[in-house]
């Protein structure tokens, strides 16, 4: 299980980086691309920031319990 968390956990970071970046990208860019994806793309990191700490939340307790 310990092995599992240790995949999960750079993968939920990474892909919190990434929307983090694009949605960078796009409020930077300006114009119409702008417009109508910076606003998506920083809700989408909310929700994946939420997952990541949920991930983060989840390795803890099957540390702590299930520790051999």
Do not use: D, E
């Amino acid at each position: 299980m310990n092995a599992l968390f240790s995949a999960l956990i750079p993968i939920a970071v990474g892909v919190v980086f990434v929307v983090l970046a694009i949605g960078i990208y796009t409020m930077f860019r300006g114009g119409a691309v702008s417009a109508s994806w910076s606003n998506k793309m920083m809700r989408l990191r909310v929700v994946a920031q939420f997952a990541a700490v949920l991930v983060l939340c989840g390795a803890l307790y099957v540390k702590t319990h299930f520790a051999n």
